[in-house]
C-alpha cells in the first residue's frame, strides 16, 4: 500500500530564506507526484505537478524535484516571504484515475 | 470560470439524520473525486467518479453514496449521519491523464453532534 511522508511537519524560517520541504513515498510506480499549497480554512491550490518521466519542474520561486527510484521529492522554495506561510501538501497518483495517496503535509511560517 | 464550487460551506447534522454535499464543476472535467480532511490523518479518498454514470469507491466509503448523473455534478451523500464523519469535505474535479492537476473547492465544514 502507497504511503507518503513528509518532513518536517512545520518549519518556521525567517523571510528571505531559502528552505526546502521533502517527500517520501513507498512504491515507486507513481504516475505523477503533485505539489499543494492549503491556506487556513481553505481548498487545496496545484503549485507543481511532475509526470513518472520527469525529473523536476518550475515555477516562479518554486521548483520541485521527482527522484523515483528513491522515493523522494523535494520542493525548494527561494527567497521566502511571509506570503508563503501555509501548509505544502505533496500527492502521488498511481493510475490514470487521478485517484491521489496525500502526505500530512508541512505547515510553514515564513516570519518578517 | 467558477472552477469547483462546494455548497454548503458549513453544516451541523444531529446523529442520524441524512444530508448532500453538493460539488459542481465548468471545467468539463472527466474525472470528479470526494475527500475527507481530519487531523492527524490527512486527506483521504472516499469516492471517484471517471465520467457521467461511473463511480467507485476509494479507501473510506463506508456511510456515503454518490451519483454521477452528469459530467458537471458529483454530490456526496451521507444516509445516516454519525459522529465519525465530523470532518472537512472537498470535491476535486481533473482532466484525465499523466500532465492533469487535481482543482479543489473550498471545502465543506461538517459537524455532526
Known amino acids: 500500500k502507497q504511503e507518503v511522508t513528509q518532513i518536517p511537519a512545520a518549519l518556521s524560517v525567517p523571510e528571505g530564506e531559502n528552505l526546502v520541504l521533502n517527500c517520501s513515498f513507498t512504491?515507486?510506480?507513481?504516475?505523477?507526484l503533485q505539489w499543494f499549497r492549503q491556506d487556513p480554512g481553505k481548498g487545496l491550490t496545484s503549485l507543481l505537478l511532475i509526470q513518472s518521466s520527469q525529473r523536476e519542474q518550475t515555477s516562479g520561486r518554486l521548483n520541485a524535484s521527482l527522484d523515483k527510484s528513491s522515493g523522494r521529492s523535494t520542493l525548494y522554495i527561494a527567497a521566502s516571504q511571509p506570503g508563503d506561510s501555509a501548509t505544502y501538501l505533496c500527492a502521488v497518483s498511481s493510475g490514470s484515475q487521478g485517484n491521489l495517496i496525500f502526505g500530512k503535509g508541512t505547515k510553514l511560517s515564513v516570519k518578517p | 470560470n467558477a472552477g469547483v464550487t462546494q455548497t454548503p460551506k458549513f453544516q451541523v447534522l444531529k446523529t442520524g439524520q441524512s444530508m448532500t454535499l453538493q460539488c459542481a464543476q465548468d471545467m468539463n472535467h472527466e474525472y470528479m473525486s470526494w475527500y475527507r480532511q481530519d487531523p492527524g490523518m490527512g486527506l483521504r479518498l472516499i469516492h471517484y467518479?471517471?465520467?457521467?454514470?461511473?463511480?467507485d469507491q476509494g479507501e473510506v466509503p463506508n456511510g456515503y453514496n454518490v451519483s454521477r448523473s452528469t459530467t458537471e455534478d458529483f454530490p456526496l451523500r451521507l444516509l445516516s449521519a454519525a459522529p465519525s464523519q465530523t470532518s472537512v469535505y472537498f470535491c476535486?474535479?481533473?482532466?484525465?491523464?499523466?500532465?492533469?492537476?487535481?482543482?479543489f473547492g473550498n471545502g465543506t465544514r461538517l459537524t455532526v453532534t
Open positions: 476535486a474535479s481533473s482532466w484525465e491523464g499523466e500532465g492533469s492537476p487535481l482543482h
Open positions: 512504491d515507486s510506480a507513481i504516475y505523477n
Open positions: 467518479s471517471v465520467g457521467a454514470g461511473i463511480t
